[in-house]
Each structure stands twice: as C-alpha cells, then as structure tokens.
C-alpha cells in the first residue's frame, strides 16, 4: 500500500489539491499565448483529455493582455479547468501593469532562478508574492536545474570548498535546488502567502538526481508538491524516464500534481503527455481513469492478428464510451478490467481473473473462443462476429453492474 505524504491541502480555482486529495494531473500548452483561438482551443483539448491544471506562458505585455479573454472563452466553454500563469524574468512588472491579468488566472508559477539578481531578486520576488496575496492566488514556486539562482549556487559550493569539499558539485547543485526552493517558500509566508497557497517544485532531467530531490524535500516540508522531470525528452525515452522517476517517487508518497514534460514530435498531439500521467497514475493503482485491456504479447502460437485488432477496438470503444457512462453516472465502471488473449496458455486464466473476458483461438486451437464473466464461464464465441458480439457482451456486463439502479454484484 502506497502511505501518502501529510502535505498542505490547496485550492486552485475550483480544484483541490494536497492534503488527502488525488494526485492532479498537470499539462502546459505549446501555443503563442497572444494566439487566443489556439490556446483556449489547446486548453480545452488538454482539458478534455483530463489535465486538471493547464499552465501557458506569460511572457510579455501582449500575452498578458490576452490572459482574460482566454480565461472568459474557456469558461464560456463550459470548463472550470484551472489555469495558470507562467512567469519568467519580467513577472514582477506583468501582474503589476496588468491587473486583469493577475486577477483572472487561478495560479501563478514563479522560477525563483530567474527573477533577477541581488538584493532585485528579492524586490522582484516580492512583488510578485504581494500579487498573489492581494488576488487570493496560489503560487508555484518552480525551481529547475537549467535555470537554478547562480548566487545560492555560489554561496553553496563556496562554503563547502571551505570545508574541504566534503559533498562534492553534484551534491551541492542538487542541495541548491532544495535550498532554492525551501528558501524562496519561507520568503514567501514571511511576505503574506500562507502555506496552503503554496506550491513547491524542484525538477531536473536526470531520473535518480529528480528522486533525491523530491525524497529530500518532502522530508523537510509540508507544502504541496508538483513533480516531474524537467524536459524528459521525447518518444519513448521521454515516456520511460517520467514513468520511472513518478512511479518512485509516487510509490513512496511523493506528489500532488504530476506532469510529464514529453516533447512532442511536429505536428504530435499535446494531450499525449496527459494520457500518460494518466497510465502512470491508474497502473500505480492511485487512481482510476478509464477501464483497463488485459492482452498478451503474442507468439507462435498467436499468428493471427485477430486478439490485436481486437484489443485495440476494445480499447477504443471502452474510452469513447466512458465519458458517457461518467456523465450518466455509472459508478465504479472505470475500474472494470477486460481481458482480450490470444491462445490458451494464458488465456482462459486471464480472462476468468479480469471482470470479463475472452480468450481467443491461437494457431492450431479449436476455433471457438470462450467467455468469461467474473470467474465464470457464460459463454462460447464462434463465427465471423466474434469482435461485435464480445463488444455487446461487454455493453451488457456495463449495464448489468455499474449502471445506475444496477444489482449485478461488482
């Protein structure tokens, strides 16, 4: 069982995060910000494909001034996703000059590395904190590797040169971050935002480097943590490296918000990273999305391409159907899993394990495909129509169980 962490509890618009709450799923959008139709048309796309916070930059005048109308159109639209602000460099004089700006976004996220140097940091700092308090918004405080503040940078290598260089670069890089963070957090609260308002990142690209950092910082605080790899790369590495630094930290605890920064091939769908926070959390077994396909790998034994094709217009139906039987109020029907196998080495086992399931002629077997309903056999399939009168079987399985009204035990 997975012990999750005592952490502050954050409300973000009209989302909750923290505390005893689900991991949220997180996202950022890739448009020109003063692209107004885009970007509400990609908040709504991320939105829809479940990201429960979207993040889009603000970088200038003409993207703070955009910020309202993009706000106004997605709530227009019918969706109360909460969106935030993304600050660099010139923040501090954007929600000042722009209070309509400040006013409307339901976070902002604040890289305490590049808010200026000096005794300007912590002017800049502050006014951007005083924002937050006078408009009643949460902040991310996001500290990342590639953009780390160089004067604690400094101060920290000098001290430890001082004693001999015990710890070593890489160890006081990743001990800057921590302080980065926990520092920038306390200036916060000595400034008016109160615990429950903040939120704490430190991301670098590096699966090992990521997981100190995050076990190391949810040791020493309680505020709300939004975890990830910084640029986790794209494809396959991009997918494999968040899964493997979230899955760590998640089983022990670790994490309020997720968010796998996968970058997308040209022209790849944005919402792609949303799906795959999604996987990481269902398949972890902290939260239920969608129902699951069990299918086999395949072999010799499995020469036909019947169970593939299958499994894949299962899935596909089961995801097309669920926001339909979420909005008709199908309890518990997103932790139903289905079982689509290709031979009888595994196959009558998982199907008889899965809610139901088939288990399909492999090469050479008897061309007839049993089905099964939780544990027991209910049925024997042949013919050409296999695929539709499974799909039927297992529209009949949903009504039956989860339904609203519905007695079939679960």
Known sequence: ??????????KIGELTMGGSNPVRVQSMTNTDTSDVESTVNQVLELAEAGSELVRFTVKDSEN??????IVRRVRAAGCQVPLIGDFHYNGHRLLVR?????????????????????QQHDTNFKTMIQAAVEHGKAVRIGVNGGSLDQALLQELIEADLAAGSPRGAKQVFLEAMLESALRSATMA??????????????????????????????????????????????????????????????????????RVSLTPAPGENRAREVEICREILQNIGLRDFTPRVTACPGCGRTTSTLFQELALEVEGHLKRRMAEWKAAGYEGVEQMKVAVMG??????????????GLSLPGTGE????PVYADGQKVATLKGDDIAERFLEMVEDYVQSHYAPGATAPC
């Open 1 to 10: 069982m997975i012990k999750l962490r005592k952490s502050h509890e954050v």
């Open 64 to 69: 703070a001034e955009a910020t309202p109308e």
């Open 98 to 118: 722009h209070p309509e700006c400040a006013r409307s976004l339901d976070k902002y996220r604040i890289n305490p590395g590049n808010v200026g140097v000096g």
């Open 189 to 258: 609260e000595e400034y008016g935002l109160p615990a429950n308002k903040i939120v704490l990142s430190a991301k670098v690209s590096e699966v090992q480097e990521v997981v100190h950092v995050y076990r190391e910082l949810s040791k020493r605080c309680r505020y709300a943590l939004h975890v990830g790899l910084t640029e986790a790369g794209m494809g396959l590495k991009g997918i494999v490296s968040s899964s493997l630094a979230l899955g760590l930290l998640l089983q022990d605890g670790i994490g309020d918000t997720i």
């Open 343 to 356: 031979c009888v080495v595994n196959g009558p086992g998982e199907a008889r394990g899965a809610h139901i």
């Open 366 to 369: 008897t061309p007839s495909a």
